[in-house]
């Protein structure tokens, strides 16, 4: 039974923690993103209006995000007899890593993503983070570390910058 509790608490947590993520995200998105950084005529119809996209997006996130969150409530009330305080703190400290330093790394990949892209260009700054991601992982392989960087960052160009017309930021490189 304690092996069953665990996975069922565990997934319950990590279902209302990512759900709450999301869920921010949504609020930051729809309450600042969208005004700010979206220009145009505030039309009557959907052709003249281009907000409407993000916002009906950022509705359907908000939306998804407290299915999730309600979703893992319940699952945590399955096994209410087994919640304690003690337990949350245990499995809020394994889903953030505090035992190990992946979530530092990635969070400085992050930051040094930001650094670089203004200076090297969004797809070479992209090919260096996921590089970089990968070989902290563990990959070796030549077709982890450099080859499936380079084909993600041309399909990523491809897709965004010829099919759809979507600028990135252009630095030295690429």
Request: proline fraction near 4%; hydrophobic fraction near 55%; aromatic fraction near 14%.
């Amino acid at each position: 039974m304690k092996s069953e509790y665990n996975k069922e608490l565990s997934s319950g947590v990590e279902k209302v923690l990512a759900g709450s993520m999301f869920l921010f995200i949504s609020a930051v998105v729809g309450f600042y993103m969208i005004p700010n950084t979206i220009r145009g005529s505030a039309g009557r119809n959907i052709a003249n209006n281009p907000r409407m996209f993000p916002a009906i997006f950022t509705v359907c996130l908000a939306a998804a995000s407290l299915i999730l969150i309600f979703a893992g409530i319940r699952e945590c009330l399955r096994y209410r007899e087994f919640v304690s305080g003690e337990n949350i703190r245990k499995e809020l400290a394994r889903l953030f890593l505090l035992d190990s330093p992946s979530l530092l790394v990635f969070a400085g990949l992050s930051v040094i993503f930001c650094v670089l892209a203004p200076v090297l260009g969004f797809f070479s700054s992209g090919f260096l983070i996921m590089t970089g991601a990968a070989f902290y992982l563990g990959n070796r392989e030549l077709k982890w570390v450099v080859l499936f960087p380079i084909v993600f960052m041309v399909l990523l160009w491809f897709v965004f910058v010829i099919l759809l017309s979507v600028r990135f930021p252009a630095g030295i490189l690429i």
